[in-house]
């Protein structure tokens, strides 16, 4: 049962231009969510979180926006640049005082010049 | 400061050994969390350690095990190995209160 999903296992996109990276989760639960960042042969790297009594945190060039309704959350990095292209991974967290994530898939964004 | 570490970097075993992986934690970070990637599972949770304790533990069988240490240095095991074993074996260590997970770079299994 994949409680967290990221349905585009792969995204292209234009240097300069946006990325949006989706993910959507079906736990209630769930009240921290987290976008991880991950290169070939390194581990994942933190990126930005968001609290679920929040509807958007944002950090320089990356943004993340939560709906709660829809269990649905995305980030979006602006100005999108060559050296983003790398795997994403959303990660839930609703384990009080654990810590104990819940991934998806992930997904390979590449930047093209 | 010193990142995780993990080692060894990379392993090939044959089936029905067993393994053990290390993790050393990011100094002052109590907690120790092992995840397995692979493809197209994405990174799937293990077992959580603090304090010595395991505090949680994902769907995986028996035959993944873990312990830590007093200086908060992790040990994973796995026995009887599989090939469904073969993975990317990640670490992350974090602070207490902190939710941010930071991860070493893994040490792959292959299993043949």
């Known amino acids: 049962d994949q409680q967290v999903k990221q349905n585009s296992p792969s995204l292209s996109v234009q240097e300069g231009r946006i990325s949006i990276l989706n993910c959507d989760y079906t736990?209630?639960?769930?009240?921290?969510f987290l976008w991880y960042k991950k290169y070939p042969a390194e581990g994942p790297t933190f990126l930005i979180s968001?609290?679920?009594?929040?509807d958007k945190n944002e950090d320089g060039r990356f943004t993340v926006f939560l709906n709660k309704s829809a269990k649905h959350l995305s980030l979006h990095i602006v100005p999108s640049q060559p050296g983003d292209s790398a795997v994403y991974f959303c990660a839930a967290d609703g384990v009080q005082g654990a810590q104990k994530l819940v991934f998806g898939q992930g997904t390979r964004l590449t930047i093209n010049p | 400061k010193a990142g995780v570490t993990q080692t060894p970097r990379y392993l090939i075993k044959t089936r029905g050994q067993q393994v053990t992986l290390s993790c050393s934690p990011i100094?002052?970070?109590?907690?120790v969390s092992w995840y397995q990637q692979t493809p197209g599972q994405g990174l799937q949770f293990l077992f959580e350690y603090f304090s010595e304790t395991q505090r949680n533990k994902g769907n995986f069988p028996g035959r993944f095990s873990g312990r830590q240490f007093s200086n908060s240095r992790s040990e994973m095991n796995v026995s009887t190995l599989e090939l469904g074993d073969s993975a990317l074996y990640l670490c992350?260590?974090?602070?207490?209160?902190?939710?941010?997970?930071?991860f070493g770079p893994g040490t792959r299994l292959t299993v043949t």
């Open positions: 736990n209630s639960m769930f009240d921290y």
């Open positions: 100094s002052g970070h109590r907690s």
């Open positions: 992350a260590s974090s602070g207490q209160g902190i939710d941010e997970q930071y």
């Open positions: 968001i609290s679920s009594i929040k």
